[in-house]
Each structure stands twice: as structure tokens, then as C-alpha cells.
């Protein structure tokens, strides 16, 4: 009996000395392996009477279990220390930064985000997106429309020219997108909804003006289309547009050779510390010009001005950018400043839409 | 347009204020720049009385004085100014005011221990003037306590309104009250001029020398001599009048002009009779021909300018500007008032063409009612009688006043049709007859003659815009367009927008920072990148640099991105997407993308990093993002070809071109040619592409939207890797397309995963390691069949490259 507890004693101290797995699987085969202490004990109960091995039996056996357990919860031990060790080895610097991502670096620029914005809108109403050259003939874009002989937009210091052709004809770089109303209505019959963004050009640079910028053109032609139904859609734009629940605008007549009746259009805002806010406010800013579509324009694309109406409107894509995202200036936006670029420009998965919103 | 209120008044018998007078001249289309209103920015300044001025104890230059302000307690002021003295009168501003000149608003002060009140005040701090010599001193006799700016008449409030081209009748200010009046804020007054009955016939005869169309030039000339006037400043309330407008007064003769022009919009020009040789013709100028005008410049003319002239020569440039030659002055004595009518084209561009802007030109190229040609002689005549005296000559009147009088059929109901307003029909035609218009006829259909100020109407829309500028654009309630169909909005984009919107998204998404750039470039940089067709070199560019449309958007960003590198930013990756120019048509016109990186702006990261990075953008940093691009523009990789080298702009050895095709290059990349950095002054390393989105091969049309079926083998594919040792010059995708073709039905993909030139490989020799990946499709392949398949693509690639598997 003494031997056999004293063999568990020596094994179980063993068991815990072991300092590593090798060292471990030796014990576990000095006693339980083939030739191990506690195996030789086993191959002894065979030659025993059953009496003998009644009596011993449980107790050999018995040895072997708690050898054997001690030996699992050991191992398991020793694995835990062993990972912890290798975990502790592997620690990386967190705070480092990984490289930037090139979407968290890329810009889209706000000429082409508000363009985005203002398809997702008129989209919506049943507008489509027409398109034009910007190198036009001066009848599209003047004669067509109405300006008459002499008029000061079509001299050398307001229009850029190209060199005349054999004709003697010289073409423009298009002061405004009107020409594409021309091009729009001379090729699709009425009904009409298109909106028209482009770039424009006009030979004036300075503080305010560049001799190239952008605008959008709105052109609606049916057999009802009337200024209540421009004043519609024209709130009905603003309000979407600079996403307030409310604007108020002020339509003033005015003066446009394409358009009569024509008008401009103010809207209502405050300004404080240089921040301009719609829907509030006493001031007034031009924010578009507007009418009905000339007869003289409509029967120059051969329709009927007692049998088809419509209106038309156009507006600064710039100029708007500039009210809704505050840019001071106008200049920048063709300077392709990297700091200005990134600053107002926006992200490349900032994608304008009705359904999630035209700005997150 | 500039008026004062009281002058306005004059012709519109009114009660209303001056907030609604502007409210109404905007909403009707008269649209109010400015109000300077001095009764309200100097209300609060008033006349006082100096009692006593001393010295003040403390500073050699300032006077302690007490002031009455006529409120009974005098109160004590600190006063620099050189003139304060006791007894003297001058104008006080009481604490809280705000004082213009300086830009602030007083308070209670000490100034050197002394307590100021206030402030006594120059001329210059009111803005009245330039005077800051020291304060203003006001006659003995002037009230105290009362506003100064009512005293000195300056509160006769200044509108400015800016006028529209198409308005030539409200250059007047008669006309202007005529649409207050209309707008219902009135009653128009003051219109009628009575004739004059002159005495003789006028002594000096005109003689409009025109032939055949020219006549247009100038269709009417009236004239009249005045004898024996005494010429001098003209009315103290005409002389204030002009200046509150920004006019100076010159001599009555002058002014009078002046005057109508403003008051009636008719320019006149007076000559000094005894200065005229002859009698008076009108005339195109001869080339060469000058004459020295009014504003002290010698102008040189040519035969495109209509002059007035006698025997001396030009005295006077038609509807411009008169000549100093034949001007009045304090010594006239005999005065020649000319009133006259010229072609709105021609003026303009003869204005132009000088560079002359005066309140005539405006008026005339706008277009001036001829009918009050004769009646606008007779008004001058009548003020240069009133103030000048003298005796009037008979007028003479060459050519004939046009008859501008036409019909226009006017259904009411284009009304409700334009606008979608309801006038009644008669609120229109009252509208139309109280702006001059006669409305003939009755009931639904009417004819409508417009006035003879109001060349700018032309039809039936153009009524329909006076009736409702003057009913109120703001009563037209907003009505919602209906949409065409009662249906979910159908897709509207081209194929080019959206092309063109997918392509901005995914370069943003490489990092890649959008840029617009100008869509003019130099001639050189044009000459450069392959353009610079003369029909595409403008014929007034604004700058140099900015004379021929771009054919490429490259040198925009090229040199966008050298600007930021000389601010300190020299790892830049911009793109751009949009027009180019090959030729002046429509068609010459496509929409391409570009990018440029320079530096070590990579798709991968910009700048030295702790885990790498800093190296230097190269050719295939521009492959990868065009290539990117198609990927995203969802354009089938299969028919795409890249060919070594590309254009000139580019590094012959380090660029390659896109196509589809020989005959349908789309777009190129590669590493920017030294020779276009030194001529566009850059520094690289720079890197671009550029693709033509127009010319991409359209997406084929699909009668359903299902995609293909999904094949899935039942067995594992397998890969063989072989590194095959080739001459230098043999491309790694002859390589992979010889091994493609080995064995079509069982090769998936053949990938390049390892390319080294050096020790142990002959110099002129490189070793090229691909992965060929095996899919089979009917049963998993034994090792015979492998190794059968194996020995196809060595000897494939063996035959089409020259290649020897490396041992």
C-alpha cells in the first residue's frame, strides 16, 4: 500500500514540475507509457487471484485515473501559458497608421456633384438631360434666339470668336446652354422636359467673372405650360435643391431677347457672419432669369407660338454651388488646388439622390 | 437711371411713400439698385449754435465747446477743427449717431480729461463732400435745431434703378411715372409741351447728305436759333437736381439739355450759333476726318460715324457727343438747339468703337420716341427762353418724323394662356391704355397700337407681359406641372452621361482628386498634344495662354499639378472628365478622362510610410487606373488590345495604347516624355491616360436582363507554375497569350508572377514565371494527362517566343 502511495505522490509532484509540454509527455511516459511505472503496475493485476485483484485492482486503477487526469489539466496549463506567451510576443503597435485609402483621398469636384443634384431632382419632376457643343454657330446662338443685329452680346468684347471659315462665318464658344433649347426643340417634338448643363464661355475675367463657367438651362414645351407652372417648379427646385421645407422668391419682369414675358428671380435669405440661410431673412439674391419662350424662338424652330407654349430658365451651376456650399470665390474652382480641391470637393461614394438625400 | 423723389413728383401726383414708390418700381420691372436717402442716414444731424469755443486745458490743438442745440441745456463738445470759434454756426451730431466719412458710431467721450457730448462735424464726415478742411460753417441766419440735411436740401431722396435694354422710354423720368401711375400709385402730370411760335424762319438750314438705305441713319433733324440769350448758371433747383444725380452743372444752356434728357429722355445739343460757318449738314464722316469733343479728346473718325458739320468741319459727333468747337458759354449769345433722331445700331457702335459712354448714346441706342422729336425742340426753347430770355426762330425740320405706328390683334385670353392668371379683360385694356397703349375695338378681340415710346413691342406676348408686370407677376399662384405619364419615372441618362458619371466615381474612388480645368490652352501645349487646328484658335482669346481649344485634357492637368507642387504639394493625382476639341463641328467634340499622378502619389498611398511606400509613381500606376476605369465602365476586357508605345506626348519605351481594334484607339497611358516636361517647364516623375469615353464600343442590347448560367465544374482546378527564360524584348503577354492557346478547353488563367533579369540569366535574356491553372470539366485529370497538357504549353510558348523552360 505504501509503495503504491508513494509512486502517486512522486508521479502527481512530477506531473506539476513538468515545465514545458516535452517535459510533460516524459513524465506521462515514465509512468504511463509502455514500459511507465503505473503501466508495469497494470500488467501485474493478470497474475493476481481474484481476491487479490479486488483488492488492488481499484487501487492500481485508481492511480492510473488520477495520474492520467493530472496529466490533461497540465497540459492544458501549459498550452494556456504557451499562447499567452506567443500573444504576448506578437503585439503590434496599434496607434500606426495604415496607408490612407485612395476613396478616403479621392474628390469629386462641386461643379459635377451639383450637377449630380440637380439631375436627381428634375429627374424626379419628368425632366430629361440634353446636351450640346460648346463651339456653336452664331445663329444658334444668337440669331435663333432672338438677338437682334447689333446686339452688344455678339461683339468681340463680350463673345469669344473662332476663326472665320471659307464662308466668312465665324462660329462662338456659346455664351449660355440656350443654343441646346434651339438644338432640343429642332430635333424632338413637344412635349418637351430637358434640362441643359454645360460649360459656358464669355470674354470677361476678373474678380467675379471667368471666361469659362457653367450653367444649367430649363426648357419646358407642351400646348399648357404657363408661368404658374414655371413658378411651381421653380420653388418646387430651390427648395430641393438647398434642402429647406420652405423658400420665398420674388419673380421681377425683366429683360431677356428669348424670353417674354421675362423675369429674374431673388431669393429670400439671411446673411450672418457669412453664412447665407434660405427660408429665413430679409434679404434678397438673384438667383436665376426666366420667362416664356419667345415666339419668335419657338417659330424658329418650327412651332406654332398660337398652338405651343412653354417657358425656359437658366441659372448659374457656379453661382449656385457657391450659395449652397459657401465658396467665397469663383476664381478657384478652375485653379485645381489640390487644399481648395480637397476642402470643398466631395467624396467619391457622396453620391446625390433623392431616396438617401442630396447631401448626407 | 438716377432720379431724386421731388423730381418724380413732378410728374406723378402721388400720396404714396417713398418705401412703396420702390417697393413698386421692382415689382413692375423697374428694378431699384439703390435709395440714398439722406433725410434718413443724416436725421440725425442739426443745426446748432456755438456759444463760447476755449481753449482746452490739456491739448494745444483741441477747443472745449458749448453748443446750442436749440433744446435749452447747451452741451460741452471737444473740437479739433481749425475753424471752431465762438459765435459760429455749424452741424452737430449727438451722441448715438452714426457718422459715415469715419465709419463710426459717437458716444459720450473724455477727451483729455474733458467730457465730449457729440461732435461738431466737416462735410467730409457727412459725406457731402470732399471738404475735411474743418467744420461746417453755416450762414448766421440758419434756424438751430432743426435737421441739418432738410436745411441744406439734401433730403430729397436718390433712386437708382437699373434698367433693362428693352426699356428706352423709362431713360425718362416722365416715363417712369407713367408706369408708377399704371401701377396705380398716381396720377401722371406734366407731359404737355406747348409749341413754340418762333419768330422767322431759323437762318441756318440743315441738309441731311444720306443716299439710298443711309437715310435710316438719321431720319429726322429739327433746329432752332435762339437770339440775344444771356447765358449763366442755370436755376439753383435745376443746378441741385443734376448734382443729386451725379451731373455737374456747366452753364444753363447745357444744363437745360441735360436736364431734358433726364426729366423726358430726349438728348439735345445746343451749338453756339456765332461759332457755326454756314449752314449745317449731316453726314457720314470722312476717314481721317477728327474733331475735338466736348470731353477735351480729339477723336479720329471714319466713314461708320454720322457727324453734324458746317463749313469748319465736324462739330459735333451725332448722338454722342457734341464738339468744343461750336459749344456754348457764359459769353453766348445766340444759341442753335438741335433735336434729332438716329439709328439705335449705329450710335451704338460707334459709341463702341470710341470708347464714348455718354447719357445721349444711352439713350439713343436704346431707341428715343421719335414723336416727341419736334416737341423736345420746343420744350429747350421754352426753358432757354424762361431762364436765358432771347427770342426763338422758326424751327426747321429736315427728313421726316418716322410713323412708327403699327396694329397688333390681341385675343384677352393670351392673358390666362401665358401666364395662367385670370385678368379680366377689363383690367387689361385698362392696364394697356393707362401705359399709352389704344386699344381699338371691343370684346374678346381688340386691336392694340403701342405707343410711340415703346419700340421694344412687337406682339401679342409682349403685351401680355405689360399687362401682367403691372397687375403683379406675384399674383400668379405656383401650379404644379403634371407629370406626362401617370407611370414610375423612366431612366433619362445617355449612355455617355452615364459613362461619364461612373467614371468620376471610380477615379475618385483611386484616390484621384477632380479637377475642371480651362477648356482653352496655349497654342503651343495645343501644337504639343496633337491639336492646334487654326479653326480651333480663337480670334480674341482673353490671354495667350488661353487661345486654341484643348485636344487633350492632359496639359490642363499637367500643369495643374506642377502649380501644386510648386505650393509644396508635389504628390498629386488629379483626373478630369471632360470635353475635348478635334475639329468645330459637334462631332469634333468628345467627352474624355484623364489623370495625371506625379510624385508618389500611387493608388496605394502617397508619401513615405512606416510600412513601406515612397516609391515613385510609374507607367503601370497609369495602367492600373485605366484600366480600373473600363473594369468600372463595365467595357468587355476581350476586345481590348495594348500595344507598346503611344503618342508623342508620352515615353516611347514606357507607354502603351488602348484599342479595340487598329482602327479604334480609345485612349493611351504612360509615363510623361521628357521633352514635354522641359517644354511645359514640369518636374516628374508624372504619369497620366487618357480615354475617350465617346469611343468605347457601346454595350451590346440584351432582349432580357438575365445574366449568363452559372457553370460550377464538379472538380478542383489545379496550377502549374513554369519560368521560361525569353529575350528581353518579348512582351510577358505573348507569353501568356502562347500559353492560353496551348489547350483552350482546360486552361482557366494564365498569370505572370515573377519577371527577373540579372545573375544567372544571360543579360540579354530575362526569366518570365507564370501560373497556368488548369480546370478540368469532366473528370479529375491522371498525371499522364497532366503532364500531356504540360508539355503542350512549353511548347507553345517555346514556338511563338523563342522561350527555353529555365533548368
Same mark, same amino acid.
Given at each position: 500500500?505504501?509503495?503504491?502511495?508513494?509512486?502517486?505522490?512522486?508521479?502527481?509532484?512530477?506531473?506539476?514540475?513538468?515545465?514545458?509540454?516535452?517535459?510533460?509527455?516524459?513524465?506521462?511516459?515514465?509512468?504511463?507509457?509502455?514500459?511507465?511505472?503505473?503501466?508495469?503496475?497494470?500488467?501485474?493485476?493478470?497474475?493476481?487471484?481474484?481476491?487479490?485483484?479486488?483488492?488492488?485492482?481499484?487501487?492500481?486503477?485508481?492511480?492510473?485515473?488520477?495520474?492520467?487526469?493530472?496529466?490533461?489539466?497540465?497540459?492544458?496549463?501549459?498550452?494556456?501559458?504557451?499562447?499567452?506567451?506567443?500573444?504576448?510576443?506578437?503585439?503590434?503597435?496599434?496607434?500606426?497608421?495604415?496607408?490612407?485609402?485612395?476613396?478616403?483621398?479621392?474628390?469629386?469636384?462641386?461643379?459635377?456633384?451639383?450637377?449630380?443634384?440637380?439631375?436627381?431632382?428634375?429627374?424626379?419632376?419628368?425632366?430629361?438631360?440634353?446636351?450640346?457643343?460648346?463651339?456653336?454657330?452664331?445663329?444658334?446662338?444668337?440669331?435663333?434666339?432672338?438677338?437682334?443685329?447689333?446686339?452688344?452680346?455678339?461683339?468681340?468684347?463680350?463673345?469669344?470668336?473662332?476663326?472665320?471659315?471659307?464662308?466668312?462665318?465665324?462660329?462662338?464658344?456659346?455664351?449660355?446652354?440656350?443654343?441646346?433649347?434651339?438644338?432640343?426643340?429642332?430635333?424632338?417634338?413637344?412635349?418637351?422636359?430637358?434640362?441643359?448643363?454645360?460649360?459656358?464661355?464669355?470674354?470677361?475675367?476678373?474678380?467675379?467673372?471667368? =471666361?469659362?463657367?457653367?450653367?444649367?438651362? $430649363? /426648357?419646358?414645351? %407642351?400646348?399648357?405650360?404657363?408661368? #404658374?407652372?414655371?413658378?411651381? &417648379?421653380?420653388?418646387?427646385?430651390?427648395?430641393?435643391?438647398?434642402?429647406?421645407?420652405?423658400?420665398?422668391?420674388?419673380?421681377?419682369?425683366?429683360?431677356?431677347?428669348?424670353?417674354?414675358?421675362?423675369?429674374?428671380?431673388?431669393?429670400?435669405?439671411?446673411?450672418?457672419?457669412?453664412?447665407?440661410?434660405?427660408?429665413?431673412?430679409?434679404?434678397?439674391?438673384?438667383?436665376?432669369?426666366?420667362?416664356?419662350?419667345? =415666339?419668335?424662338?419657338?417659330?424658329?424652330? $418650327? /412651332?406654332?407660338? %398660337?398652338?405651343?407654349?412653354?417657358? #425656359?430658365?437658366?441659372?448659374? &451651376?457656379?453661382?449656385?454651388?457657391?450659395?449652397?456650399?459657401?465658396?467665397?470665390?469663383?476664381?478657384?474652382?478652375?485653379?485645381?488646388?489640390?487644399?481648395?480641391?480637397?476642402?470643398?470637393?466631395?467624396?467619391?461614394?457622396?453620391?446625390?439622390?433623392?431616396?438617401?438625400?442630396?447631401?448626407? | 437711371?438716377?432720379?431724386?423723389?421731388?423730381?418724380?413728383?413732378?410728374?406723378?401726383?402721388?400720396?404714396?411713400?417713398?418705401?412703396?414708390?420702390?417697393?413698386?418700381?421692382?415689382?413692375?420691372?423697374?428694378?431699384?439698385?439703390?435709395?440714398?436717402?439722406?433725410?434718413?442716414?443724416?436725421?440725425?444731424?442739426?443745426?446748432?449754435?456755438?456759444?463760447?469755443?476755449?481753449?482746452?486745458?490739456?491739448?494745444?490743438?483741441?477747443?472745449?465747446?458749448?453748443?446750442?442745440?436749440?433744446?435749452?441745456?447747451?452741451?460741452?463738445?471737444?473740437?479739433?477743427?481749425?475753424?471752431?470759434?465762438?459765435?459760429?454756426?455749424?452741424?452737430?451730431?449727438?451722441?448715438?449717431?452714426?457718422?459715415?466719412?469715419?465709419?463710426?458710431?459717437?458716444?459720450?467721450?473724455?477727451?483729455?480729461?474733458?467730457?465730449?457730448?457729440?461732435?461738431?462735424?466737416?462735410?467730409?464726415?457727412?459725406?457731402?463732400?470732399?471738404?475735411?478742411?474743418?467744420?461746417?460753417?453755416?450762414?448766421?441766419?440758419?434756424?438751430?435745431?432743426?435737421?441739418?440735411?432738410?436745411?441744406?436740401?439734401?433730403?430729397?431722396?436718390?433712386?437708382?434703378?437699373?434698367?433693362?435694354?428693352?426699356?428706352?422710354?423709362?431713360?425718362?423720368?416722365?416715363?417712369?411715372?407713367?408706369?408708377?401711375?399704371?401701377?396705380?400709385?398716381?396720377?401722371?402730370?406734366?407731359?404737355?409741351?406747348?409749341?413754340?411760335?418762333?419768330?422767322?424762319?431759323?437762318?441756318?438750314?440743315?441738309?441731311?447728305?444720306?443716299?439710298?438705305?443711309?437715310?435710316?441713319?438719321?431720319?429726322?433733324?429739327?433746329?432752332?436759333?435762339?437770339?440775344?440769350?444771356?447765358?449763366?448758371?442755370?436755376?439753383?433747383?435745376?443746378?441741385?437736381?443734376?448734382?443729386?444725380?451725379?451731373?455737374?452743372?456747366?452753364?444753363?444752356?447745357?444744363?437745360?439739355?441735360?436736364?431734358?434728357?433726364?426729366?423726358?429722355?430726349?438728348?439735345?445739343?445746343?451749338?453756339?450759333?456765332?461759332?457755326?460757318?454756314?449752314?449745317?449738314?449731316?453726314?457720314?464722316?470722312?476717314?481721317?476726318?477728327?474733331?475735338?469733343?466736348?470731353?477735351?479728346?480729339?477723336?479720329?473718325?471714319?466713314?461708320?460715324?454720322?457727324?453734324?458739320?458746317?463749313?469748319?468741319?465736324?462739330?459735333?459727333?451725332?448722338?454722342?457727343?457734341?464738339?468744343?468747337?461750336?459749344?456754348?458759354?457764359?459769353?453766348?449769345?445766340?444759341?442753335?438747339?438741335?433735336?434729332?433722331?438716329?439709328?439705335?445700331?449705329?450710335?451704338?457702335?460707334?459709341?463702341?468703337?470710341?470708347?464714348?459712354?455718354?447719357?445721349?448714346?444711352?439713350?439713343?441706342?436704346?431707341?428715343?420716341?421719335?414723336?416727341?422729336?419736334?416737341?423736345?425742340?420746343?420744350?429747350?426753347?421754352?426753358?432757354?427762353?424762361?431762364?436765358?430770355?432771347?427770342?426763338?426762330?422758326?424751327?426747321?425740320?429736315?427728313?421726316?418724323?418716322?410713323?412708327?405706328?403699327?396694329?397688333?390683334?390681341?385675343?384677352?385670353?393670351?392673358?390666362?394662356?401665358?401666364?395662367?392668371?385670370?385678368?379680366?379683360?377689363?383690367?387689361?385694356?385698362?392696364?394697356?391704355?393707362?401705359?399709352?397703349?389704344?386699344?381699338?375695338?371691343?370684346?374678346?378681340?381688340?386691336?392694340?397700337?403701342?405707343?410711340?415710346?415703346?419700340?421694344?413691342?412687337?406682339?401679342?406676348?409682349?403685351?401680355?407681359?405689360?399687362?401682367?408686370?403691372?397687375?403683379?407677376?406675384?399674383?400668379?399662384?405656383?401650379?404644379?406641372?403634371?407629370?406626362?405619364?401617370?407611370?414610375?419615372?423612366?431612366?433619362?441618362?445617355?449612355?455617355?452621361?452615364?459613362?461619364?458619371?461612373?467614371?468620376?466615381?471610380?477615379?475618385?474612388?483611386?484616390?484621384?482628386?477632380?479637377?475642371?480645368?480651362?477648356?482653352?490652352?496655349?497654342?503651343?501645349?495645343?501644337?504639343?498634344?496633337?491639336?492646334?487646328?487654326?479653326?480651333?484658335?480663337?480670334?480674341?482669346?482673353?490671354?495667350?495662354?488661353?487661345?486654341?481649344?484643348?485636344?487633350?485634357?492632359?496639359?490642363?492637368?499637367?500643369?495643374?499639378?506642377?502649380?501644386?507642387?510648386?505650393?509644396?504639394?508635389?504628390?498629386?493625382?488629379?483626373?478630369?472628365?471632360?470635353?475635348?476639341?478635334?475639329?468645330?463641328?459637334?462631332?469634333?467634340?468628345?467627352?474624355?478622362?484623364?489623370?495625371?499622378?506625379?510624385?508618389?502619389?500611387?493608388?496605394?498611398?502617397?508619401?513615405?510610410?512606416?510600412?513601406?511606400?515612397?516609391?515613385?509613381?510609374?507607367?503601370?500606376?497609369?495602367?492600373?487606373?485605366?484600366?480600373?476605369?473600363?473594369?468600372?465602365?463595365?467595357?468587355?476586357?476581350?476586345?481590348?488590345?495594348?500595344?507598346?508605345?503611344?503618342?508623342?506626348?508620352?515615353?516611347?519605351?514606357?507607354?502603351?495604347?488602348?484599342?479595340?481594334?487598329?482602327?479604334?484607339?480609345?485612349?493611351?497611358?504612360?509615363?510623361?516624355?521628357?521633352?514635354?516636361?522641359?517644354?511645359?517647364?514640369?518636374?516628374?516623375?508624372?504619369?497620366?491616360?487618357?480615354?475617350?469615353?465617346?469611343?468605347?464600343?457601346?454595350?451590346?442590347?440584351?432582349?432580357?436582363?438575365?445574366?449568363?448560367?452559372?457553370?460550377?465544374?464538379?472538380?478542383?482546378?489545379?496550377?502549374?507554375?513554369?519560368?521560361?527564360?525569353?529575350?528581353?524584348?518579348?512582351?510577358?503577354?505573348?507569353?501568356?497569350?502562347?500559353?492560353?492557346?496551348?489547350?483552350?478547353?482546360?486552361?482557366?488563367?494564365?498569370?505572370?508572377?515573377?519577371?527577373?533579369?540579372?545573375?544567372?540569366?544571360?543579360?540579354?535574356?530575362?526569366?518570365?514565371?507564370?501560373?497556368?491553372?488548369?480546370?478540368?470539366?469532366?473528370?479529375?485529370?491522371?498525371?499522364?494527362?497532366?503532364?500531356?497538357?504540360?508539355?503542350?504549353?512549353?511548347?507553345?510558348?517555346?514556338?511563338?517566343?523563342?522561350?527555353?523552360?529555365?533548368?
Amino acid at each position: 500500500m505504501t509503495d503504491l502511495n508513494q509512486l502517486e505522490t512522486d508521479l502527481l509532484s512530477q506531473v506539476e514540475a513538468a515545465g514545458d509540454e516535452a517535459a510533460l509527455e516524459a513524465v506521462r511516459l515514465s509512468a504511463l507509457g509502455k514500459k511507465g511505472s503505473v503501466s508495469e503496475l497494470l500488467k501485474t493485476l493478470g497474475a493476481m487471484t481474484p481476491e487479490e485483484r479486488k483488492e488492488r485492482g481499484p487501487l492500481i486503477n485508481g492511480l492510473r485515473d488520477k495520474v492520467q487526469s493530472a496529466l490533461t489539466v497540465k497540459k492544458e496549463t501549459l498550452a494556456e501559458a504557451a499562447l499567452g506567451a506567443r500573444l504576448a510576443a506578437e503585439r503590434i503597435d496599434v496607434t500606426l497608421l495604415p496607408q490612407e485609402a485612395p476613396e478616403a483621398r479621392g474628390r469629386i469636384h462641386p461643379i459635377s456633384q451639383v450637377i449630380e443634384e440637380l439631375t436627381a431632382i428634375f429627374a424626379d419632376m419628368g425632366f430629361s438631360v440634353a446636351e450640346g457643343p460648346d463651339i456653336e454657330t452664331d445663329y444658334l446662338n444668337f440669331t435663333a434666339l432672338n438677338f437682334p443685329v447689333g446686339h452688344p452680346a455678339r461683339e468681340m468684347h463680350d463673345t469669344f470668336f473662332l476663326a472665320p471659315d471659307e464662308k466668312g462665318e465665324r462660329k462662338v464658344l456659346r455664351t449660355h446652354t440656350s443654343p441646346v433649347q434651339i438644338r432640343t426643340m429642332k430635333s424632338q417634338k413637344p412635349p418637351i422636359r430637358v434640362i441643359i448643363p454645360g460649360r459656358t464661355y464669355r470674354h470677361d475675367s476678373d474678380q467675379t467673372h471667368t =471666361p469659362m463657367f457653367h450653367q444649367v438651362e $430649363g /426648357l419646358v414645351i %407642351d400646348k399648357q405650360a404657363n408661368i #404658374a407652372h414655371m413658378k411651381w &417648379i421653380l420653388e418646387e427646385f430651390c427648395k430641393a435643391f438647398f434642402e429647406v421645407d420652405q423658400v420665398k422668391m420674388r419673380f421681377r419682369p425683366s429683360f431677356f431677347p428669348f424670353t417674354e414675358p421675362s423675369a429674374e428671380v431673388d431669393i429670400q435669405c439671411s446673411r450672418k457672419g457669412g453664412e447665407i440661410r434660405f427660408g429665413e431673412g430679409t434679404d434678397w439674391l438673384e438667383i436665376l432669369g426666366c420667362g416664356m419662350v419667345h =415666339p419668335n424662338v419657338l417659330r424658329n424652330c $418650327g /412651332l406654332d407660338p %398660337d398652338e405651343y407654349q412653354g417657358f #425656359a430658365w437658366g441659372m448659374g &451651376i457656379d453661382r449656385i454651388a457657391m450659395l449652397k456650399y459657401g465658396m467665397p470665390d469663383l476664381r478657384p474652382f478652375f485653379e485645381a488646388d489640390v487644399r481648395w480641391l480637397n476642402h470643398y470637393g466631395f467624396r467619391p461614394l457622396d453620391i446625390p439622390s433623392l431616396v438617401s438625400g442630396l447631401t448626407s | 437711371m438716377k432720379f431724386t423723389l421731388s423730381w418724380l413728383k413732378d410728374h406723378l401726383e402721388t400720396n404714396a411713400s417713398l418705401d412703396e414708390i420702390v417697393e413698386t418700381l421692382t415689382r413692375i420691372g423697374l428694378e431699384v439698385e439703390g435709395v440714398e436717402d439722406k433725410a434718413k442716414t443724416l436725421g440725425a444731424y442739426i443745426n446748432a449754435y456755438v456759444i463760447s469755443a476755449e481753449q482746452h486745458p490739456n491739448a494745444d490743438r483741441l477747443r472745449v465747446c458749448m453748443v446750442d442745440t436749440g433744446s435749452g441745456s447747451p452741451i460741452q463738445v471737444v473740437c479739433g477743427a481749425p475753424n471752431a470759434r465762438t459765435g459760429m454756426k455749424s452741424v452737430f451730431a449727438p451722441p448715438g449717431t452714426y457718422v459715415p466719412g469715419k465709419n463710426i458710431t459717437l458716444g459720450v467721450g473724455t477727451i483729455r480729461g474733458v467730457e465730449s457730448a457729440g461732435m461738431l462735424c466737416s462735410a467730409a464726415e457727412l459725406e457731402i463732400s470732399d471738404d475735411h478742411d474743418g467744420i461746417i460753417e453755416l450762414p448766421a441766419d440758419a434756424p438751430i435745431g432743426v435737421a441739418y440735411a432738410a436745411y441744406a436740401g439734401l433730403d430729397d431722396p436718390v433712386i437708382e434703378i437699373n434698367l433693362t435694354p428693352n426699356r428706352p422710354d423709362c431713360t425718362s423720368i416722365f416715363g417712369i411715372a407713367r408706369d408708377l401711375a399704371a401701377a396705380g400709385l398716381g396720377t401722371l402730370k406734366g407731359g404737355d409741351v406747348p409749341a413754340i411760335q418762333g419768330k422767322g424762319a431759323c437762318p441756318v438750314s440743315v441738309t441731311l447728305d444720306f443716299s439710298g438705305d443711309d437715310a435710316k441713319l438719321c431720319p429726322t433733324f429739327a433746329l432752332r436759333l435762339v437770339r440775344g440769350v444771356k447765358n449763366g448758371p442755370s436755376p439753383e433747383w435745376m443746378q441741385r437736381r443734376l448734382l443729386s444725380i451725379g451731373l455737374r452743372p456747366i452753364n444753363a444752356l447745357v444744363d437745360i439739355t441735360n436736364y431734358i434728357t433726364f426729366d423726358r429722355g430726349r438728348p439735345l445739343h445746343v451749338f453756339d450759333a456765332k461759332k457755326v460757318k454756314g449752314n449745317l449738314t449731316v453726314r457720314r464722316a470722312k476717314d481721317g476726318e477728327e474733331v475735338l469733343a466736348l470731353d477735351g479728346r480729339t477723336y479720329k473718325l471714319d466713314a461708320g460715324t454720322v457727324v453734324i458739320a458746317d463749313e469748319n468741319g465736324v462739330e459735333s459727333i451725332a448722338g454722342i457727343m457734341g464738339g468744343e468747337h461750336s459749344g456754348s458759354d457764359e459769353g453766348t449769345t445766340d444759341v442753335l438747339i438741335e433735336s434729332a433722331l438716329w439709328d439705335p445700331l449705329n450710335i451704338a457702335q460707334t459709341g463702341r468703337k470710341h470708347g464714348i459712354i455718354t447719357d445721349a448714346r444711352y439713350r439713343f441706342e436704346r431707341g428715343i420716341d421719335p414723336a416727341f422729336t419736334v416737341p423736345g425742340l420746343d420744350l429747350a426753347t421754352k426753358m432757354v427762353i424762361d431762364f436765358c430770355g432771347g427770342e426763338p426762330s422758326e424751327a426747321v425740320v429736315a427728313g421726316k418724323v418716322p410713323d412708327t405706328t403699327r396694329v397688333i390683334e390681341f385675343p384677352y385670353s393670351e392673358v390666362p394662356r401665358l401666364s395662367g392668371l385670370d385678368v379680366k379683360p377689363a383690367e387689361s385694356e385698362e392696364i394697356l391704355k393707362k401705359l399709352g397703349f389704344k386699344v381699338q375695338g371691343s370684346g374678346e378681340r381688340v386691336n392694340v397700337v403701342p405707343p410711340s415710346w415703346r419700340p421694344d413691342i412687337e406682339g401679342k406676348a409682349d403685351l401680355v407681359e405689360e399687362v401682367i408686370r403691372i397687375a403683379g407677376v406675384d399674383r400668379i399662384e405656383p401650379q404644379p406641372l403634371p407629370r406626362l405619364e401617370a407611370t414610375v419615372a423612366k431612366p433619362i441618362l445617355t449612355l455617355i452621361q452615364k459613362r461619364t458619371r461612373v467614371a468620376r466615381r471610380s477615379l475618385a474612388m483611386r484616390g484621384l482628386v477632380e479637377a475642371v480645368t480651362w477648356s482653352f490652352i496655349s497654342k503651343d501645349e495645343a501644337e504639343l498634344f496633337g491639336g492646334g487646328d487654326a479653326r480651333l484658335a480663337l480670334a480674341n482669346p482673353i490671354a495667350a495662354e488661353l487661345s486654341d481649344m484643348r485636344p487633350s485634357l492632359l496639359p490642363g492637368l499637367l500643369k495643374a499639378a506642377q502649380r501644386n507642387a510648386d505650393r509644396g504639394f508635389g504628390d498629386v493625382a488629379l483626373f478630369e472628365v471632360g470635353q475635348t476639341f478635334a475639329s468645330d463641328e459637334p462631332e469634333g467634340q468628345s467627352i474624355k478622362a484623364a489623370s495625371v499622378r506625379r510624385g508618389t502619389a500611387r493608388a496605394e498611398g502617397v508619401g513615405r510610410h512606416w510600412n513601406g511606400g515612397a516609391e515613385s509613381v510609374d507607367a503601370f500606376d497609369a495602367k492600373a487606373d485605366v484600366l480600373a476605369l473600363l473594369a468600372a465602365l463595365g467595357i468587355p476586357a476581350g476586345g481590348l488590345q495594348i500595344v507598346a508605345g503611344g503618342p508623342a506626348w508620352f515615353h516611347p519605351g514606357r507607354s502603351g495604347t488602348l484599342q479595340f481594334g487598329p482602327k479604334n484607339i480609345v485612349g493611351a497611358f504612360g509615363e510623361v516624355h521628357p521633352k514635354i516636361l522641359k517644354a511645359l517647364d514640369l518636374k516628374g516623375p508624372l504619369v497620366a491616360f487618357e480615354l475617350n469615353l465617346d469611343a468605347l464600343p457601346p454595350p451590346k442590347a440584351k432582349p432580357t436582363k438575365m445574366k449568363p448560367k452559372l457553370s460550377l465544374p464538379d472538380f478542383q482546378p489545379l496550377t502549374r507554375d513554369f519560368a521560361f527564360v525569353v529575350g528581353r524584348d518579348v512582351a510577358a503577354g505573348d507569353i501568356v497569350k502562347a500559353a492560353q492557346g496551348a489547350e483552350r478547353a482546360l486552361i482557366v488563367g494564365v498569370d505572370v508572377f515573377d519577371v527577373y533579369e540579372g545573375t544567372g540569366i544571360d543579360p540579354d535574356k530575362k526569366s518570365v514565371a507564370i501560373a497556368v491553372t488548369l480546370q478540368p470539366t469532366e473528370k479529375t485529370l491522371t498525371d499522364v494527362e497532366i503532364e500531356a497538357v504540360t508539355a503542350k504549353i512549353i511548347a507553345e510558348v517555346s514556338k511563338k517566343t523563342g522561350a527555353v523552360l529555365r533548368g
